[in-house]
Structures are given as structure tokens and as C-alpha cells.
């Protein structure tokens, strides 16, 4: 199978600490990887690494393509959606608007792309007039996925999707995800809710105090 990231010799570091040390990931193309840890241990300083946001040694591979060296803009032009902790939808703008801001210019592949997100994501569709202010926090969370799935990443990164959500809204995330990945989607996810991540994910690695403990295993 081959891969849609691959991650090797990834060192992260915030001033005089070492946030992630000499990790090697690997994102098979299709399906969800998900990295498993606690709070702190380095999950959200490796996502933000391969976006682009910090500073890092090591190589990052999108597909075939060397992306170490490319800005943040660039990464995000070569096919990586990033979706942070804490969702960070514009509160001001329509569920619409929230999803076309994201989408391209040409206005069928747009509109083709809108018609997706809403059909991943039916309760948007029923608020697609609302302002993202008056969406509960699951809704706003499939904001930020559908948002990210306007512009039809190469990679999608996932930062604690589950994090604050009731457990009848982590469902109906998990299964938005798993049709996601079905559809030939690539996501790289990172967790703290270890049993949500290996309901959904094909492979889960663990990190622990910033190293990978274990190598991706296939459920």
C-alpha cells in the first residue's frame, strides 16, 4: 500500500524542550492512522509540524513529493488540510459560507464539493443558514471537517475531533469519519480518547513524553 505521509526523523522543539524526538510515522493512503496519547505527550506538536507551524528537523513526504522545506501556505497548497483543536469555525458566517470560503473558484466543482460536505454532514445541511455561533460543539466540529474537505486534501490532520463532544456526538463523528475514510480519504488523527481512535482508525501508533512507541499496526 503505499503512502500518502511519511514522517521520518521528525524532532520538534519549543525553546530549551524537546516537544517530539526522532519520530518516523507512516499514513497509508485511504483509511485513518490515528496517534494515541495522553495530553502533553506530543500529539498536537506533530501535526502542527507537518503543517508547517513550527520548526522542525527530520523530513516530511506528501506522496513523493518533499514538502520539509515549503512554507505553510505551500504545504496547505500540495494537498494538507489542518484541522485544529477547538474547531475555530468563523462564528460570524453561515454554516454555507463557512464551507464556500474554503471551496475552490470554478463554481461546479464548488458547488459539487458543497453537496459532499452536506452529505457527510446532514445536520449542516439543515442549518446551513445559521451562523456558526449557534451550532452546538459537535456541529461545529463537523464544520471544521466539512470545511477542510472543500478544498479535497491530499491528507487531512485531525487535532482532537473528539475533544469536549458528548458521547452520542462522538458517534456520529466516528461514523462521518469512517465514511470519510471509506471514500478514499486519507486522515491523520491525533487522539486522546484511545477507544474512539481504534473504532475508526486502521492504524494506531502511540506516543509517549514525544517519542512513537509503537510502529502503525493494521486492524
Request: aromatic share 4%; no cysteine; hydrophobic share 45%.
Amino acid at each position: 500500500m503505499s503512502s500518502a505521509l511519511h514522517v521520518s526523523g521528525l524532532t520538534v522543539r519549543h525553546g530549551s524542550v524537546v516537544a517530539v524526538r526522532d519520530a518516523t510515522l507512516i499514513a497509508p493512503t485511504g483509511g485513518i492512522t490515528s496517534v494515541v496519547g495522553a495530553n502533553g505527550a506530543g500529539k498536537s506538536s506533530l501535526l502542527r509540524a507537518i503543517v508547517g507551524l513550527t520548526t522542525t528537523e527530520g523530513t516530511i513526504h506528501l506522496g513523493d513529493r518533499d514538502i520539509t522545506r515549503l512554507s505553510i501556505e505551500a504545504r496547505i497548497h500540495s494537498g494538507i488540510a489542518y484541522v485544529p483543536e477547538g474547531r475555530r469555525v468563523f462564528p460570524g458566517m453561515t454554516v454555507a459560507e463557512n464551507l464556500l470560503v474554503a471551496g475552490p473558484s470554478g463554481r461546479r466543482v464548488r458547488s459539487a464539493r458543497l453537496d459532499a460536505a452536506f452529505d457527510l454532514f446532514p445536520q449542516l445541511a439543515a442549518r446551513m443558514t445559521h451562523h456558526a455561533w449557534q451550532l452546538s460543539g459537535g456541529q461545529q466540529q463537523m464544520l471544521a471537517i466539512g470545511r477542510a474537505l472543500m478544498a479535497s486534501p491530499a491528507v487531512y490532520l485531525l487535532d482532537e475531533p473528539t475533544l469536549g463532544l458528548a458521547p452520542t456526538v462522538v458517534d456520529d463523528v466516528a461514523n462521518s469519519l469512517i465514511r470519510l475514510a471509506d471514500s478514499g480519504a486519507t486522515i491523520l488523527m491525533a487522539e486522546q480518547n484511545a477507544g474512539f481512535a481504534a473504532r475508526v482508525s486502521r492504524n494506531l501508533v502511540t506516543i509517549r513524553t514525544g517519542r512513537i512507541q509503537s510502529a502503525p499496526v493494521e486492524n
